[in-house]
T-cell receptor
């Protein structure tokens, strides 16, 4: 069964600190993996997208890694800001005719001053 | 980047009434759009896939007669919640692909009194 798991479920960090969120998946055949940021009451916003051949992708203070062999991905946030407080969702696409997507449950990040 | 809009952003209605939510792809054409529902502190749950010019495909457990979907053009899909009840109160999000990226609308908060 295709699944996406994320850890931790929630995380609280001090402003300015770094953190790493994890995503494990069992989706096959694999198409791509995306990380989204979802602020409360808003739609998800894309942070990164990676295909099978990509190991790392950065977007400002966000850096995502992908190990397609172990089916693991991480999202590293550097020098966290209060505005980073949100839910971070790992989404893995299955290679089908229209890219069926499987959502992870998300990690709720709270950055406190 | 591509933009998906939703209207309205928030709606409050009485039990038994019908509510229409619009989803538009603003700068790209989308033959397929997706409708999700999200309950508090949970991840997005796919309700249905909206196909331009043909019938929508509903996920298991989603009543097609209650959640009417119309994808009349390549840039517009509508979701109508018919005879809404308080348990239909939720956050509804649409999305569309502009390959390879999936873009989400900002969401519509539905509250049924």
């Amino acid at each position: 069964k295709n699944q996406v798991e994320q850890s931790p479920q929630s995380l609280i960090i001090l402003e300015g600190k770094n953190c790493t969120l994890q995503c494990n998946y069992t989706v096959s055949p694999f198409s791509n993996l995306r990380w989204y940021k979802q602020d409360t009451g808003r739609g998800p916003v894309s942070l990164t997208i990676m295909t099978f051949s990509e190991n790392t992708k950065s977007n400002g203070r966000y850096t995502a890694t992908l190990d397609a062999d172990t089916k693991q991905s991480s999202l590293h946030i550097t020098a966290s800001q209060l505005s980073d407080s949100a839910s971070y969702i790992c989404v893995v696409s299955e290679k089908t005719s229209y890219d069926k997507v499987i959502f992870g449950p998300g990690t709720s990040l709270s950055v406190i001053p | 980047g591509a933009v998906v809009s939703q209207h309205p952003s928030r709606v409050i209605c009485k039990s038994g009434t019908s509510v229409k939510i619009e989803c538009r792809s603003l700068d790209f054409q989308a033959t397929t759009m997706f409708w999700y529902r999200q309950f508090p502190k949970q991840s997005l749950m796919l309700m249905a896939t909206s196909n331009e010019g043909s019938k929508a495909t509903y996920e298991q457990g989603v009543e097609k007669d209650k959640f009417l979907i119309n994808h009349a053009s390549l840039t517009l899909s509508t979701l109508t919640v018919t005879s809404a009840h308080p348990e239909d109160s939720s956050f509804y999000i649409c999305s569309a692909f502009d390959n390879p990226q999936q873009y989400f609308g900002p969401g519509t908060r539905l509250t049924v009194l």
